[in-house]
């Protein structure tokens, strides 16, 4: 099992990223799949979730209305598109993968990936 996130970087505020999350050794429509961000000094913060069924949404407060999850069930990847960065959500961001992960419990996300840095300037 593998989480392989790309797409993290520097950017002004105000930009955007798409963060993506492939998936490998299972399949992600079996699972909730989430993104977390931990910045330095600061506890690991969920982001967004995706659930298994039906694939409803959940967001932070932080980032709702800017922030948005997706994923695609054929490339088996999971998605975060960011819009109107602020430099508070610089951090390294996290995608996970578990039956009952969500925002409020990480600790039920089985796997985790190695980490994108995203910074906001």
């Known amino acids: 099992v593998q989480l392989v996130e790309s797409g993290g970087g520097s950017v002004q505020a105000g930009g955007s990223l798409t963060l993506s999350c492939v998936a490998s050794?299972?399949?992600?429509?079996?699972?909730?799949m989430g993104w977390f961000r931990q910045a330095p000094g600061k506890e690991r913060e969920g982001v967004a979730t995706?659930?298994?069924?039906?694939?409803?949404?959940y967001y932070a407060d932080s980032v709702k209305g800017r922030f948005t999850i997706s994923q695609d069930n054929a490339k088996n990847t999971v998605y975060l598109h960011m819009n109107s960065l602020k430099p508070e959500d610089s951090a390294m961001y996290y995608c996970?993968?578990?039956?009952?992960?969500?925002?409020?419990?990480?600790?039920?996300?089985?796997?985790w990936g190695q980490g994108t840095q995203v910074t906001v300037s």
């Open positions: 996970a993968a578990g039956p009952w992960c969500t925002l409020a419990r990480p600790g039920k996300c089985n796997h």
């Open positions: 050794g299972f399949a992600i429509s079996n699972y909730n």
């Open positions: 995706i659930g298994r069924v039906g694939g409803e949404t």
